[in-house]
């Protein structure tokens, strides 16, 4: 096996002697300016000499026959489509996603019993998966506590809500393979995260990942090897508002094939968030309203069960009656 522990060590946001960085302050505002942002590369080492094994189960994984990728298949019964298939179908009129995918729980032990998703083949698949998703709890983890230090809100406040044991950790693979007809397809449908925060790596192509701003479809610069963060529902309930989830989709692209691996980091499922409470009236990044407690399952629950939707729509659950 080879040695992971290259691909976070330059992600600690604090220095040896535990005082903050300040180059940690880019990503943080980036991510409260737009939701999303990628981490430069003298946080994260991520660049394809130093993992070069997460690529490698995933590109092997989906380079199976459609038989042994089916395997993989988890039941449809769950509600957040585990296992090795589609994903959410729209209307029989509609195009499919242009996307072969697979989804995992990594967090917590044992979460996915019974599912058996986790493929046999490549052989070092889940091994590989587990290091780096434990590698990149802990950049979460740190991204959450200056993330609420930047909102000058306790230095728990959303991290609080996490623990070693059952917070949960889902896993997916993506590959999008090289479209004919770009014009007529996506790569994945626009659609917000519903974690409280996603980390995504991409191998072999970049330019496919676009964020709606001002109603329009930006394609995100997002150098290839490096990690993107990305805010999701939860994470815009407990901060309530402060961080906005983005609405996002990939488009497809002629000629070219692109894999990432999405990680969405949750609070245990029978955990209760509770919004911060608002900041002053001047703070424009405020909307009128605010939000409720929520239950995190029931939240994510709600959000299977309405997706897709045609906009940001999800959320609203969770809104202040
Ligand atoms: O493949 C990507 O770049 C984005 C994937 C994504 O948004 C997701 O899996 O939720
Ligand atoms: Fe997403």
């Known amino acids: 096996m080879e040695n992971h522990e290259g691909y976070f060590h330059e992600a600690s946001f604090t220095d040896p002697e535990g005082n903050p960085r300040t180059s940690?302050?880019?990503?943080?505002?980036?991510?409260?300016?737009?939701?999303?942002?990628h981490l430069p590369k003298r946080f994260i080492r991520a660049n394809n000499t130093q993992h070069p094994s997460v690529k490698d189960v995933v590109k092997g994984f989906f380079g199976l026959s459609f038989e042994d990728k089916k395997?993989?298949?988890?039941?449809?019964?769950?509600?957040?489509?585990?296992?090795?298939?589609?994903?959410?179908?729209?209307?029989?009129?509609?195009?499919?996603?242009?996307?072969?995918?697979?989804?995992?729980?990594a967090a917590p032990v044992g979460g996915d019993e019974g599912l058996n998703v986790w493929p046999q083949n490549p052989p070092n698949f889940k091994a590989v998966i587990e290091k780096y998703v434990k590698q990149a709890r802990n950049v979460m983890d740190e991204l959450l506590e200056a993330l609420a230090e930047a909102f000058s809100l306790e230095r728990n406040a959303f991290l609080k809500y996490f623990n070693p044991?059952?917070?949960?950790?889902?896993?997916?693979?993506?590959?999008y393979p090289p479209c004919p007809r770009p014009d007529l397809t996506l790569g994945l449908t626009p659609h917000t995260d519903g974690s409280v925060l996603t980390l995504l790596i991409?191998?072999?192509?970049?330019?496919?990942?676009?964020?709606?701003?001002?109603?329009q479809w930006?394609?995100?610069?997002?150098?290839?090897?490096?990690?993107?963060?990305?805010?999701g529902d939860l994470l815009e309930i407990m901060s309530n508002g402060r961080l906005k989830s983005p609405w996002h989709r990939v488009v497809t692209q002629m000629d070219v094939e692109r894999f990432s691996v999405a990680l969405f980091y949750n609070p245990?499922?029978?955990?209760?968030?509770?919004?911060?409470?608002k900041p002053n009236q001047d703070d424009d990044a405020m909307e009128e309203d605010g939000f409720e407690k929520v239950v995190v399952g029931?939240?994510?629950?709600?959000?299977?069960?309405?997706?897709?939707?045609?906009?940001k729509k999800a959320i609203i659950y969770a809104k202040a009656k």
């Open 298 to 311: 029931d939240y994510l629950q709600h959000f299977y069960r309405v997706s897709p939707t045609d906009e």
């Open 218 to 231: 930006l394609t995100l610069l997002w150098p290839s090897h490096t990690l993107l963060v990305n805010v």
């Open 24 to 37: 940690k302050v880019p990503v943080v505002q980036e991510l409260a300016r737009q939701g999303l942002n």
């Open 268 to 277: 245990p499922s029978r955990v209760e968030i509770e919004p911060e409470p």
């Open 71 to 105: 395997r993989s298949v988890g039941s449809y019964a769950s509600i957040d489509n585990m296992g090795y298939g589609r994903n959410f179908v729209k209307s029989e009129d509609e195009p499919l996603d242009w996307i072969d995918r697979l989804t995992m729980k």
């Open 165 to 175: 044991e059952n917070s949960e950790m889902n896993v997916r693979v993506n590959y």
């Open 202 to 215: 991409q191998f072999e192509a970049s330019g496919s990942l676009q964020i709606l701003k001002d109603k």
